[in-house]
């Protein structure tokens, strides 16, 4: 049986902004790395055969963190198809200009 563990990228500065991002690869902000401890404590004790990462730099930067805390050394493998919802014309708009 696979267990997957899915975690969220951290704070990037869109998301402080409240823009909408989706494809756009907006850069994390300085606590943007803080919640991985939680998920490396959470994870400690668990081995972790594989790590996939969507190709976003907030994203990949996450998942580093998380695998350096951990002491995975194996390749994250970057995939596209683990981005968020593409928002196409409406990205980077602030979140009320958008509906």
Same mark, same amino acid.
């Given at each position: 049986?696979?267990?997957?563990?899915?975690?969220?990228?951290?704070?990037?500065?869109?998301?402080? #902004?409240?823009?909408?991002?989706?494809? =756009?690869?907006?850069?994390?902000? @300085?606590? !943007? &790395?803080?919640? $991985?401890?939680?998920?490396?404590?959470?994870?400690?004790?668990?081995?972790?055969?594989?790590?996939?990462? #969507?190709?976003?730099?907030?994203?990949? =930067?996450?998942?580093?963190?998380? @695998?350096? !805390? &951990?002491?995975? $050394?194996?390749?994250?493998?970057?995939?596209?198809?683990?981005?968020?919802?593409?928002?196409?014309?409406?990205?980077?708009?602030?979140?009320?200009?958008?509906?």
């Amino acid at each position: 049986m696979n267990t997957f563990y899915i975690v969220r990228h951290g704070e990037t500065e869109n998301n402080v #902004s409240r823009r909408l991002s989706g494809w =756009i690869d907006t850069p994390l902000t @300085a606590k !943007g &790395l803080e919640p $991985t401890q939680k998920v490396i404590k959470k994870l400690a004790h668990i081995r972790i055969d594989d790590m996939y990462s #969507s190709d976003l730099g907030h994203a990949f =930067i996450t998942a580093y963190a998380i @695998a350096r !805390g &951990l002491n995975f $050394t194996d390749e994250i493998k970057l995939l596209a198809g683990l981005r968020e919802v593409n928002y196409g014309d409406a990205a980077n708009m602030f979140s009320a200009e958008a509906y």
